[in-house]
């Protein structure tokens, strides 16, 4: 058989020209759409339970009244954008400031600063991190001793060990967005020497179980990410509980794991590589006498990772201690005070730039700017605007006086808390998991009360399933930083992230009540 230049061959000419027209299509189709449906959400008459929900929202500087409407319009807009990529998903990302900023309903100065969120930091952290271990080599060597630790031919169990496994551990040190930030140059430095296609399925599978693997811990720990404390204050406002950090060990974690194991199995379900990964040890044994002894650069950059993880746990685990020695609360406090999250975010950026290796700086300055993925970061800031946008708006305090009398007279807790359950859920695709815990647990709370019953299983059910949603890159931090890698398509995502949230969240709302008893 003689070979064909698929450059010439008519025919292959031909299906790339029907694929690149059909992607035309769907992009210029989703340009139109996302404005369109703006358009007919704000010129929809306007229910008067909406006008009085967002009159109540800022009682002394109301809203307009049209406000939920056009946060409502706003939320599609975006989502039509996103979905079908028509536009760079930073670029569509700038649409709620431009939208609620013009509307009234935030200030510039409120709009705006979203985009500088503390935990933006963390992702510029991961970036200059995961830049610093390309440039030193720390990335290929921390890949081999991860590529050694399955030594079989099955490419589903070699993504288990190599991307689910270490970053589902690392989220005990308190924070999802930074333990991804930790792993995925590792994992990519690992599927670049086992000759793995940027553009195949395989290494679009192990991104996506990286990612969901660090979705499904984000339920281990009280700390591992936003929400579970905005659920933790959100107790204790409305009710005389403390939620401590054992009490979300009960809960959470049987959630986690089955997380893990759902999404793992799911994601590779969905994509089915074709791929056939083998562990050729002898490759890696000469990979590993290459790189030779760590270099300065590399332990310098091994050490700036170590103090990043210290930093980020250090705070937590002074706040388990001081759980059990009171005397230590006032300190708990003010380490966290001092010590959030982007602390050691800024520190890692500030140091790569300072430190010097025989006279070369780790990261030089142009080195930073261009490690760095401003799709990413501009992405994730429209998120957090367009849930301070839904909740400022009154969209938010309307949805749950539209939710509550649906509940029925005399609504069972099972009821009540399935419902905050969904509600959660489908904020979360609206906005970041954190706006929309700040949102739905509150509102999980009001429903609760309403009824006469605890709010305390509803409160936690809320905060959980904001943490479940993983479609798009905007749900929560570790989907935008694989989107990053180039390796994952946006459809693919939506996909894998539709089947495992779902699975994820009936079994929430099976099992959240049975696990709720144990603590309450």
Request: proline share 7%; with cysteine; hydrophobic share 55%.
């Amino acid at each position: 058989m003689s070979w064909i230049d698929p450059k010439t061959d008519p025919k292959m000419q031909k299906s790339k020209l029907r694929r690149w027209g059909k992607q035309l299509t769907k992009q210029r189709i989703g340009l139109i759409v996302g404005p369109l449906l703006f358009l007919i959400f704000v010129l929809l008459p306007e229910p008067q339970s909406m006008i009085d929900a967002a009159r109540a929202v800022n009682p002394d500087s109301p809203p307009p009244d049209i406000a939920p409407l056009v946060a409502l319009g706003t939320l599609f807009w975006v989502l039509a954008w996103w979905v079908t990529e028509c536009v760079p998903l930073g670029i569509a990302a700038l649409v709620p400031p431009l939208v609620f900023s013009i509307s009234g309903i935030l200030t510039w100065s409120t709009a705006l600063t979203s985009f500088t969120h503390p935990i933006i930091w963390i992702f510029i952290a991961g970036f200059v991190l995961a830049a610093s271990f390309r440039k030193w080599d720390l990335d290929r060597r921390l890949a081999i001793r991860l590529g050694s630790l399955y030594k079989g031919c099955n490419p589903m169990v070699a993504a288990f060990f190599v991307a689910a496994l270490p970053v589902f551990i690392l989220t005990l040190t308190g924070s999802i967005t930074a333990s991804t930030s930790v792993v995925f140059p590792f994992l990519i430095a690992y599927l670049s020497m086992t000759g793995v296609k940027p553009g195949g399925r395989y290494s679009e599978a192990c991104m996506l179980v990286l990612a969901q693997a660090a979705t499904a811990g984000a339920m281990l720990l009280l700390i591992s990410t936003p929400p579970n404390l905005i659920a933790k204050e959100t107790v204790e406002a409305y009710t005389t509980h403390d939620l401590t950090f054992l009490d979300w060990l009960l809960v959470g974690t049987p959630h986690a794991l089955i997380g893990l194991l759902v999404t793992w199995v799911v994601v590779f379900k969905v994509i089915r590589p074709e791929e056939k990964i083998c562990t050729d040890a002898s490759r890696m044994r000469t990979v590993e006498k290459q790189l030779g002894r760590m270099s300065h650069g590399e332990i310098v950059v091994a050490l700036l990772l170590a103090l990043a993880i210290t930093l980020w746990i250090l705070p937590s685990a002074v706040k388990v201690v001081a759980g059990y020695n009171p005397g230590l609360e006032d300190f708990s406090d003010e380490l966290t005070r001092i010590m959030p999250e982007a602390m050691p975010a800024v520190l890692v950026i500030l140091l790569a730039g300072m430190l010097r290796i025989k006279g070369e700086p780790v990261l030089r300055w142009e080195e930073i700017a261009r490690g760095i993925d401003w799709n990413v970061v501009f992405l994730f800031g429209g998120g957090i605007a367009l849930g301070i946008g839904l909740e400022v708006s009154g969209f938010a305090r309307w949805l749950a006086g539209e939710v509550g009398p649906s509940l029925g007279s005399n609504p069972s807790e099972w009821m009540i808390f399935a419902v905050s359950c969904v509600l959660g859920f489908v904020l979360s695709y609206a906005a970041s998991n954190t706006a929309a815990a700040l949102v739905s647990c509150p509102i999980a709370a009001t429903l609760a009360l309403g009824a006469g019953a605890s709010p305390v299983a509803p409160i936690i059910g809320a905060a959980l399933a904001c943490s479940i949603s993983s479609a798009i890159p905007s749900t929560t931090p570790p989907m935008a930083i694989v989107y990053s890698s180039g390796f994952v398509k946006i459809w693919s995502m939506f996909k894998v992230g539709i089947v495992s949230d779902l699975l994820r969240l009936a079994a929430l709302i099976v099992l959240g009540p049975l696990l709720m008893g144990l603590v309450y």
